[in-house]
């Protein structure tokens, strides 16, 4: 096989578009022939001449002195390493073969068991048959009789680890409820809360008659749920505090009539409060099955207190309850109290915030989904049902009381209408009854200012009173339980690092303790405050704003079109989802505005705070589902509209193999692709296709998490081939997506060239043509230390994995060093001493010492400098443009992006252009009208006229030197041993292409000359790279030209466009 990459598969590139700019050079002598007949030539990739008066070695730069002669143009603008033999079921013992439809295979049907998570509480987790196993070549010589493995491949049984999981649930005995328990008794009793009993009542006498964190986190992502997980669990935690005052006001009640006041009623309040919530807090830290029964008896208790005031409204009242404003059903009493009759500062919202905790029971089954059995099947049933049973009672309570008390009552028997008095018209005035000095004194009784008509209705008040008791420390009981499980999930998100101390969870229901504590914390801090009426709005705002974004969760979800959501509702619609979001949102302005924009701004600062950490999750949110579907259809809308050279940019493959491996390649990559433009890291797995493959698959993962927490703007991708060319050909014609496809190739040079086999150097230099080939633009990079630290990184590796076995072996070490003998310690000593670790010492110095152990010459200091080079600031320098070929300006245009970049933006660009000798003038002010009108700021421009020159003697004989092993030396043999050794070493220089590529030759060696004399000082040089023709140059004479071109020289970028304009002046 040739090495000269003659024979291609590919066509050669069209010729250049003619229309493209280019600086004035004509060719002149032995060449201008070869530009006659460029017609009938196929193309050249480099064509130049500067003319034969350079051979006087005349070189003329600009100077600072006549940039006169330009400046006009600027203002005006003119002028590896895996066993993949191994297979689950390759074993004697169990078969390999199943059933499956009377077939032998391991194809498997679909089962449930299969879309299971690890830990599932409806049942075990099975793991089908991998593609591997169903692919491959089945195993030979494996026995027939079913085992373990076979039933957990069927879904008949579990895996080991999922046996144990199980093995663990069992024995841990976790306490899990069903919908009734669990859902049902939890929101009927929150939502038959305080309001119920203690303020419905003053509500109809005002107005008339007429799970949630991990449901926002998971729908809207971290940064949403995040925010609002915290005002969700405080939230509940001031609920308790509102749940709990409600209870100390009733009894503080039954204290004021028995005259048994311990101080006052507000000190009372804050007394029992106090109490009463430290008992709670007793109840809830002994376990959920406890607090589960307490919900239950608290209910009963309940439903028996509702009863009986249902069954009071239909007792015929006495005296002393008509005076109190009680007169049983009237028409009159419904009629007047329909409609509102707001006292003065109250109105509509300012009733409702009061009344709003009262519906914020609808999550307590949510709260606790994760002691749910169903919680699919569980919540819905249980939460729909709870409300509407509670609604209904609602509904009926507040039509009853209304048609049966007054609004405003003085408690006096003796305000009775005698004869002859004026009724003011009021339905107790047409009843018998003169409450009219209520209207000028405030009274005691009635809807408006008896807490506890309720009681007073009844049939027997002292169960209204047990109802309360029921209600309110049931509701205060469940938000106790709610906000610190709420809380300790989103400790457990590890959102907020500080508050990880909050998700550690204690006994077999892994029970939030310290979340109880702190809860129990909030809670007293505001039942201190000992007024029902002011602790009841602040939490309508929060509890209103968690509403709004679980309405909104849904409506993302949907919006988002997300293959994962699936509303199991038949009536469910988005576009309710998004009015009932804002209708919250309205609301919670109506209430109290300030209060809305207080707690929008403390969710607005935990939101950016959350985005800002960029916390390491993954929910697979709506969020994330939305990002994909604009992605897709921003790529989409691309494909319809046709590319323009204005919006072109540099979208590279890098041939990175792992990118931690060549780090300086991608970082000089990322610098100029950062922010505009693609960049792919590309690695080929070379070898048997099953190990590569598996090799392969097993990194994806790792590689892309590098770039991502590198803060590198890159994917990655890998291919396996059967050699290291066929692999980048694959990746040049099938990476990208529509318009965002690659078209530039990026390479780190080719250092050990003289040292590779052949085939590598066959298929680093075909990689190049092949590029060409797709017209795909090329970049090389040359750095003095190379890109490789694949070396370095497995000596860290191996340092870090002793410094693990040591600290291990320490803390084994000390954890038995009380209870073990010393047998047992000299047992561990001598695995010691084998790691060459002796007794423990302080932690700074045994690494110290395990460092030095190793051999210090594997870590290339310097190389890992080199590496770092381009992640550090360039200081104030050049980047000099050796811009010697026109390949539609990609090699002006990558050194002027990378001046736009914070690293770079202190370095100016040197432009250096060929030219002749008579026209140097003509020509600096050509090349500075063309940067003008590009817009491309510059600090010199040098006209170079002794490029083709013949180089100095001593350059050449470099050269000579390089390429001597490597040639065939056919002239000085006869015909026949010339021909025989063109057949056996057909990848040696012959000396008829040496001397057909001469002048090439002495260009690239006079390059470096001037390289060396003008740019040696530069901290980046990008120049023009010389394209060798397909057939005409051989790989090992390409390599030579490259070497010689890039010897001893700062860091060099090689580039070629694919000679398609990159840059315009139009706009």
Known sequence: MSLNNSANIFLDPMPSNTNRFQVNVVNEGHESSAAVDDNTDPPHYEETSFGDEAQHRIRVSFRPGSQECYDNFLQTGEAAKTDASFHAYDSHTNTYYLQTFGHNTVDAVPKIEYYRNTGSISGPKVNRPSLLEIHEQLAKNVAVAPGPADRVANGDGMSGDEQDENKEDEKSGAVKFGWVK????????????????????????????????YLISRSLGPEFGGSIGLIFAFANAVAVAMYVVGFAETVVDLLKESDSMMVDPTNDIRIIGSITVVILLGISVAGMEWEAKAQVILLVILLIAIANFFIGTVIPSNNEKKSRGFFNYQASIFAENFGPSFTKGEGF??????????????????????????????????????????????????????????????????????????????????????????????????????????????????LITAGIFSATLSSALASLVSAPKVFQALCKDNIYKALQFFAKGYGKNNEPLRGYFLTFLIAMAFILIAELNTIAPIISNFFLASYALINFSCFHASYAKSPGWRPAYKIYNMWVSLFGAVLCCAVMFVINWWAAVI??????????????????????SSTQALSYVSALDNALELTTVEDHVKNFRPQCIVLTGGPMTRPALLDITHAFTKNSGLCICCEVFVGPRKLCVKEMNSGMAKKQAWLIKNKIKAFY????????????????????????????????????????????????????????DFEIGVVIVRIGQGFDISQVLQVQDELEKLEQERLALEATIKDNECEEGRRGIQGLFKKAGK?????????????????????VGEFNQKLVEASAQFKKKQGKGTIDVWWLFDDGGLTLLIPYILTLRKKWKDCKLRIYVGGKINRIEEEKIAMASLLSKFRIKFADIHIIGDINIKPNKESWKVFE?????????????????????????????????????????????????LLQEHSRAANLIVLSLPVARKGSISDLLYMAWLEI????????????GNHKNVLTFYS
């Open 182 to 213: 669990g859902v049902l008794v939890r929101c009927m009793l929150n939502i038959w809360g305080v309001m119920l009993f203690i303020r419905l009542s003053w509500i109809v006498g005002e107005a008339g008659i007429g799970g949630a964190y």
């Open 349 to 462: 919202f300012s009733v409702f915030a009061i009344f709003f905790p009262a519906a914020t029971g609808i999550l307590a089954g949510a709260n606790i989904s994760g002691d749910l059995e169903d919680p699919q099947d569980a919540i819905p049933r249980g939460t729909m049902l709870a409300i509407f049973i509670t609604t209904v009672a609602y509904i009926g309570v507040a039509i009853c009381v209304g048609a049966c008390v007054v609004r405003d009552a003085t408690g006096n028997m003796n305000d009775t209408i005698i004869s002859g008095m004026n009724c003011n018209g009021s339905a107790a005035c047409g009843l018998g009854y003169d409450f009219s000095r209520c209207l000028h004194e405030p009274c005691q009784y009635g809807l408006m200012n008896n807490f506890q008509v309720m009681s007073m209705v009844s049939g027997f008040g002292p």
């Open 599 to 620: 707690t929008y701004v403390i969710e607005f600062f935990l939101y950016i705070y959350v985005t800002y950490k960029k916390p390491d999750v993954n929910w697979g």
């Open 717 to 772: 991708a890998a291919v396996a081939a059967d050699c290291f060319r066929d692999g980048v050909r694959s990746l040049l014609q099938a990476s990208g997506l529509g318009r965002m496809k690659p078209n530039t190739l990026v390479i780190g040079y080719k250092k050990n060239w003289r040292k590779a086999p052949l085939t590598e150097i066959e298929n680093y230099v075909g990689i190049i043509h092949d590029a060409f």
């Open 835 to 855: 790691l060459n670790i002796t007794r423990p010492t302080p932690k700074k110095d045994s690494s110290i010492n395990t460092i030095q152990s190793m051999h």
């Open 961 to 1009: 030197e390089m390429i001597e092993p490597y040639r065939l030396h056919e002239s000085c043999k006869d015909l026949t041993t010339a021909e025989k050794l063109k057949r056996e070493t057909p990848w040696k220089i012959t000396d008829a292409e040496l001397e057909t590529v001469k002048e090439k030759s002495y260009r690239q060696v006079r390059l470096n000359e």
């Open 1045 to 1056: 071109l890039t010897k001893n020289l700062p860091p060099v970028l090689l580039v070629r």
